[in-house]
């Protein structure tokens, strides 16, 4: 996969050459004057899921920032794809956005729906979702190369847990083509059975986000090999990234907004302002910290790039591990 280098938050003077206009509240500014009052955040995530939550806490603080109401409005249903459709016919002018996530990408390569991820413009990446491979804490491997050559000792018979996501399946079949390993990626829609299979010894090794593994971590009953980052972790500074031990692999995982095609700039620029000021406040920097995101912003001209980059990349992915011609 190709590194890509995500952009820091900046601060909004430099970035956007704009300057606060009032105060929201004790924590934040208002930014700027909306064109509307009212703002819709569409997302397929259930109500009470992580994704959802993340979002409500974004809105939350993002609404204090720039004095909007942010509404979130949950569409299940069709791996995002009823959620896609409808915001793909809201009306371009900044009342209504899409909360991204790879998963309106991967729907979009897999079910082929009437309109998919290209049909929405993306607006603004804001998060990263680290992925890290780990093993259990009494586990003979110390780095990713001992867990490789257990590997090779075991030939054949090596097993290594993943999501079902095509990120993380492909990430790890992409390590062991790489490294020339003869394993199977077992794949499993239940996080905690990935977990759970890693520290009877089933899985040698196993991959997840750092905020599904911080419990096991605490309890000392894992020990992470590696960050599936460009660069290491501040939560996990002493944990050395998948490049820096040589295997050329990350998982980017992606937290942002995309819109109906055709919003006018001032609309966006607003947005941008937002997004940078409201990352660099404390309060919210203190919450997303605690959930394991990372800032990873990207401006619209970024993003776009960024997403048609990464839609090339997951299908090459998911081509290569079967679950696409």
């Given at each position: ?20 206009i ?72 900044g ?60 030939s ?7 999501g ?26 239940d ?54 031990q ?80």
């Amino acid at each position: 996969m190709t590194i890509c280098k995500f952009i820091q938050p900046l601060t909004l003077a430099f970035a956007l050459g704009l300057t606060a206009i009032g105060v929201a509240d004790a924590q934040a500014r208002v930014i700027g004057p909306y064109p509307h009052s009212r703002v819709t955040l569409v997302t397929e995530a259930k109500p009470g899921d992580r994704d959802d939550l993340l979002l409500r806490d974004l809105a939350k603080f993002l609404g204090s920032t720039m004095g909007v109401s942010f509404e979130v409005k949950n569409m299940a249903g069709a791996s995002g794809a009823a959620a896609m459709a409808y915001v793909s016919k809201a009306p371009p002018d900044g009342s209504v956005f899409y909360a991204t996530t790879p998963t309106y990408i991967q729907t979009s390569i897999m079910s082929k729906p009437e309109i998919g991820y290209d049909a929405l413009e993306p607006i603004a990446n804001v998060f990263q979702d680290p992925e890290v491979i780990f093993t259990r804490a009494d586990s003979p491997s110390k780095s990713l190369k001992e867990a490789f050559e257990q590997a090779r000792k075991n030939s054949g018979k090596s097993k290594w847990g993943a999501g079902t996501s095509p990120l993380e399946r492909g990430a790890l079949e992409q390590i062991a083509r790489k490294e020339n390993l003869k394993i199977t990626v077992v794949p499993n829609m239940d996080r905690a059975n990935i977990m759970s299979n890693v520290l009877k010894g089933t899985f040698e090794i196993g991959i997840g986000e750092v905020h599904e593994v911080e419990a096991l971590l605490q309890a000392g009953k894992i020990r992470i090999l590696a960050t599936l980052t460009q660069n290491r972790l501040p939560s996990l500074p002493d944990v050395p990234t998948t490049h820096e031990q040589g295997v050329n692999v990350i998982v980017r995982k992606f937290r942002g907004l995309a819109g109906p095609r055709g919003i006018p700039s001032p609309a966006i620029v607003r947005i941008e302002s937002g997004l940078t000021h409201v990352l660099e406040t404390e309060a919210y920097r203190s919450a997303y910290s605690k959930s394991g995101l990372l800032p990873a912003y990207m401006v619209r001209a970024e993003v776009n790039n960024f997403i048609a980059d990464f839609a090339r990349e997951l299908t090459v992915s998911m081509k290569e591990i079967g679950l696409i011609k």
